[in-house]
């Protein structure tokens, strides 16, 4: 399992978070496939969006203790499955673009139940969220991004943000 606490100094030479730009290829070569839905294909760009923002800005960050992939489909597995327990029309979009996150991220071993499901796992999930949150807020605020970006960057704060209330409701 990686270490999720998302404190302190990672000083290894390995590119952090190297699974997020094949994970963004594979939301691409998905979406490019002419049979899907335009339904789908919505849910589709939105996950993409939100990879490759990632992909650019994590890959980058120095210090960032990252998550695997098996715990990123972990959480937009449990992202997914809490916006389907509310019933409006919002929280089935955001069900379905992170139910295609988590079918284009590679799970990995399962992970035991208790382990999955326990507080200390789910805190560090919700605190990669927020800390991502705070990226996308801060870059544009230090003058960062350039200026036509910063309403993505926003939005996808808005997002992320809205995931992380859903997160720590369950």
Do not use: C
């Not at 302190?8 to 070569?29: E, K, M, N, Q, V």
């Not at 496939?33 to 969006?49: E, F, G, T, V, Y």
């Not at 019933?87 to 799970?107: F, H, K, Q, S």
């Amino acid at each position: 399992m990686s270490n999720l606490i998302l404190t302190g100094i990672d000083d290894s030479p390995s590119t952090p978070f190297a699974w997020l730009p094949p994970l963004r290829d594979r939301l691409t070569t998905i979406a490019n496939d002419d049979s899907i839905p335009a339904k789908r294909l919505r849910n589709l760009s939105q996950a993409h969006q939100l990879v490759g923002i990632a992909a650019d800005l994590l890959t980058q960050t120095k210090g960032l203790r990252e998550i695997d992939e098996a715990d990123f489909h972990e959480l937009a597995t449990a992202l997914s499955t809490a916006y389907r327990r509310k019933d409006n029309e919002a929280a089935t979009m955001r069900a379905e673009m992170w139910a295609e996150v988590a079918t284009a991220t590679r799970g990995g071993e399962p992970r035991h139940a208790a382990l999955r499901f326990s507080g200390t796992h789910i805190r560090a999930l919700t605190h990669f969220l927020a800390v991502v949150v705070n990226i996308l807020l801060t870059l544009p605020q230090a003058g960062r991004v350039p200026r036509e970006l910063v309403p993505l960057f926003v939005m996808l704060a808005t997002g992320l943000s809205g995931d992380l209330a859903m997160l720590t409701e369950e």
